[in-house]
Structure formats: C-alpha cells, structure tokens
C-alpha cells in the first residue's frame, strides 16, 4: 500500500473506533524528533493516564493537610486504601473481589505465595516452569526451591518447545503432566508469554495440574489489562502480577495477588501463609495482641501497610478500564493487532512471527525475528528506533511490538508497519 492510502485506511479505522476517546486520557510521550513518537512499548511500561497526576496530589495534599489523621481521615483514608482497587482488578482477572488484593511487587508476591502454596513432601517436590520463564519468575522458584533444602538443578523443571519450535503448546504441558504428575507439586505458567506474546489457556493448565495433584499459579504480568481472564472459574490456585505494563500504573507501581476462595479464610492454608501487620484483621489491628487474626479474604496476605504513592496511580488506571471494558478493550486489540500483522504480511521472509497468528492465542503484543541473524535484528530494530518507532529488543533476536487499545491508534500501526518496511530496505 502507498503511504498516502494507508494513512488514509488508518484515520479510516480510527474514525470507525468507539474507544478512540480513550487515548486523550493517556501522556503521550513527545520524544526529541521531529514527529511525535510511535509508543508501542506498552508491554514494558504502559503509558500514564492524566488522572494519575490528581490521584498522587490528593495523597500528598492529605499528607501535608492531615498528617497522621490521614490514615482515618480524608477523601481515601489510607488504612482501608486496598479496598478501593478490589472491584478493579477483580474484573480484570475474573476474580472476587475478596480474591484479589494490591500489594507489594510482582516478585514480592510470588514469593509469598510460594510460602504458602509450595509444599514440597516426598516424591512430589518439583515446581513446572517454561524454559524461557522471565527471570525474576526463575530466580524466585530457583531459590524456594533452595530455600527448602532442595536441589534446583533435580527439582526445578524446565519444559521446552518441541525441536524448532518456538512456543510451548498446552498439550505439552498436559503431556508432562500425564508422565511425571506424581512429582510436581507446583506448575508456575504465565497467562501470556513475555516474549513470545502467547497466550495460553489457563483453564487448561489448571485441569492438567489438578489431575495430577499439583497446584497451579499464574504469571499475569503481560496478561493483566491485556485480555480478560477468569481466575475464579478457571480454578486457579494463586496469581500474581505487576501494575506497570498493560495497568499503566507507573515505575514501580504496587502489584497485586489473587488466592482462590477455596483457600481463603478456616479451610485456607494455617501456619504456611508468611505473616505481617496488615493482613491482620482490621478492626483489632491496633490493639497490637500477639495472636494473629486474619482479615478476610486475600487481604489477609498483606504484610505491610502500602505505599500509598506507587498505589495512587493504580486508581487512575482502573478508573479508565472501568469505562472502557476489557471486553471492549479486547474487541479492539484484535483488531489493532490483527491489522498489524496483515500489513507485515507482505513482509514474509524478511520478518517471520513468533507470536501465534491465532488471535485467540496473543494478547496485543507481536514477536518478531527478522532474517538474517541476530546482527541483522539489532540493526533492524536500531533503524526502527531511530525513525521515532518504540519497540523493544528481547535478546537473542526478538523484536515485540504492542499496539495497547487503550491508547495506540490504527494510525500508529500503519506508521509502525511502514516505518518496519523502510527500516528492512535500508
Ligand atoms: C515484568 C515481569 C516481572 C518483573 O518483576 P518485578 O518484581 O515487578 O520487578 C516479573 N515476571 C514477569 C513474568 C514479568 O513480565
């Protein structure tokens, strides 16, 4: 397609999108270059909503009006704080909103979650992870592992693809599973896939590791606010994940958990959930007893009280997906990368997709290899970058691209695409 007709195609599809509104309510970035940047880098940091701005202010205005009183007092008192983001991240996880709470970080929570839901006795000792895990993921189970006495290099197992594959199916999950069951005490999966974009089918992996007598926890840190996801029905034992990427909550900002309710509260995990002040009951926390009363729900995994700064933004955010709808926002991320990978089409060869083209299994994000070697790849993307485009580099030779349908354009595919196919002539 000649410039002049894409562009044209683009504002076309831009005109005809219900959700276009929604990228007004975002900060662009302006970059240094002549035209405003091409953010497609949502997968790394999503961009900041305005409303983030007044969310912090108002927390440093009641610190400066209200000081100490600022726990009890005020327009969002900050020791019920959590509270306000639980309808939130329920709807975008397919949660209670008893299930899920904002705390800490990613890696943080996984590790607490860990503690309580990785058991090892006997035969069954081992944790399931993909090979290509995220490394933070790796580490954390590498060192539980340790941290039990264990061997990680007998009891962390790490699934490949099959030889010259790419991704990892479900079945061979199943697969491993049928074999080795009996051994696994803790199958670890992401929702979608970090660098391969992937998204799997996590009620699947959940039957698969139930059949066995495993535990299932899931990885939502490219999954959250990326596509819909139903935790709850799907039955999986525990989540985690990060706010920055697909939440738009900032550098940093406050993650959050999800435990299912059949392990909440009497029947839940006694004695192996690691403990701290603010997952104690609200009401009597402060007479500050010895005995730990636990608060109800998820809530109850709390250790510290949160840091009001880095959650602010979280309720910008989730104000936004509240109004557009994951659903909404679904439709038109299938769209947006659905274009996206047709005008690559025509690149065949030259760029080969490592993200599946079945749109139900990706999220937004596309992986790219382009031919000719990692070298070539590097020069590729520089090329990219230097024409205003913000992707990212995932070694050895991995371009991802993310249009975010809360902010990206079908006008910023279209200069994505066009900037890809002058980056590869050179
Ligand atoms: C982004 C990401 C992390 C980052 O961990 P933090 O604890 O937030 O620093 C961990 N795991 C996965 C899979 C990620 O995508």
Not at 161 to 179: F, K
Not at 254 to 268: C, D, K, Q, Y
């Amino acid at each position: 397609m000649n410039p002049a007709a894409l562009e044209e195609a683009a504002r076309e599809r831009d005109a005809a999108d219900p959700l276009r509104e929604f990228r007004a309510r975002f900060a662009l970035p302006r970059g240094t270059g002549r035209r405003e940047p091409v953010y497609l880098c949502g997968h790394s940091l999503g961009l900041m909503p305005l409303a983030a701005r007044t969310r912090v202010a108002e927390e440093l205005e009641a610190w400066a009006h209200d000081a100490v009183e600022g726990h009890e007092a005020g327009r969002r008192p900050w020791i019920p704080y959590h509270e306000n983001f639980a309808a939130g991240l329920a709807a975008l996880t397919g949660a209670h909103p008893d299930e899920v709470v904002a705390m800490n970080s990613l890696t943080v929570n996984l590790h607490l979650m860990l503690a309580g839901f990785y058991r090892p006795h006997g035969a069954r000792r081992r944790i399931l992870i993909e090979s290509g895990a995220f490394s933070s993921d790796r580490y954390a189970v590498a060192s539980q592992i340790a941290w039990h006495g264990l061997d990680p290099a007998a009891d962390l197992i790490e699934l490949t693809p099959a030889p010259g594959a790419d991704l990892i199916e479900e079945s061979d999950i199943e697969g491993h599973l049928a074999r080795h069951g009996p051994e696994v005490a803790l199958v670890l999966w992401p929702s979608v896939q970090f660098r391969t974009g992937q998204a799997f089918d996590t009620a699947r992996i959940a039957r698969a590791a139930h059949a066995c007598g495993a535990l299932v926890g899931f990885d939502l840190a490219h999954g959250i606010g990326n596509l819909p996801h139903r935790l709850h029905e799907d039955e999986a034992d525990f989540a985690v994940w990060c706010s920055y990427k697909y939440l738009n909550s900032g550098p940093g900002a406050i993650g959050g958990a999800f435990v299912h309710r059949r392990h909440l509260g009497a029947a839940g995990v006694p004695g192996t959930r690691l403990e701290g002040w603010w997952g104690h009951e609200p009401r009597t926390r402060f007479r500050m007893e010895p005995g730990f009363t636990a608060a109800a729900g998820a809530a109850a995994w709390q250790v510290s009280n949160p840091p009001i700064l880095a959650a602010a933004p979280l309720l910008a955010s989730l104000e936004v997906f509240r109004e557009a709808g994951i659903e909404a926002l679904r439709r038109k991320s299938l769209a947006l990368t659905g274009w996206l990978e047709e005008l690559l089409a025509p690149l065949a060869g030259a760029v080969s997709l490592i993200t599946p083209h079945d749109p139900a299994r990706r999220g937004c994000q596309l992986s790219l290899r382009i031919g000719g070697g990692a070298g070539r790849g590097r020069e590729v993307f520089e090329r990219l970058t230097h024409a205003g485009v913000v992707g990212d580099w995932r070694a050895p030779d991995v371009i991802r691209l993310a249009p975010v349908p809360l902010y990206n354009s079908f006008l910023d595919v279209a200069r994505g695409a066009a900037a890809l196919e002058r980056a590869l002539r050179g």
